[in-house]
């Protein structure tokens, strides 16, 4: 597929998944700003917290090296470290921090917890049971007697 804003760089690209970050604030992708990325350590990048640390839904995150102006961060993607936190939706978020309380949220249905709240190192606060995928939950009803889980899987509750 081509990719106009690409035709700089794409030939001497792999194929192959890539990250790019705009080391020189052009707007334009020059092959010294394209990374490869090597597989799921990048992941889907999930959440930018307040600090500008990219996390992911596979259980590392990426702190700047550096923040430039504009607050753009500079970030090194093959410097990955491990948090305890994986999510696996992530078409629909799978990973969130709530910043008030610096509590990480993660949501993996079909797994268990399905939806849960944990605190920064690892702890479990609550865990939702139940969360099924959406391939396996859209042709449900949206309201059970306490309960609701639509097609975008996110438990509700009703009264």
Known sequence: ?????????????????????????????????????????????????????????????????????ERSPVIRFHAAVKTAFKGSNSNAGSFWLDEQDDSVYTLNPGEEPGLARWTRDGKLIWGYAGVLPWNQSVHLSLVTPGKTLGSDQTPRHSR
Do not use: C
């Open 1 to 69: 597929m081509h990719y106009p804003v690409l035709d700089n760089v794409q030939p001497q690209l792999q194929d192959g998944p890539y990250l790019w970050q705009d080391l020189n604030d052009d707007q334009t992708i020059q092959t010294n700003e394209v990374v490869k990325a090597s597989g799921s350590a990048e992941g889907h990048l999930n959440w930018l917290g307040p600090d500008l640390t990219l996390w992911n839904e596979v259980g590392s995150l990426f702190q700047p090296l550096r923040v430039e102006s």
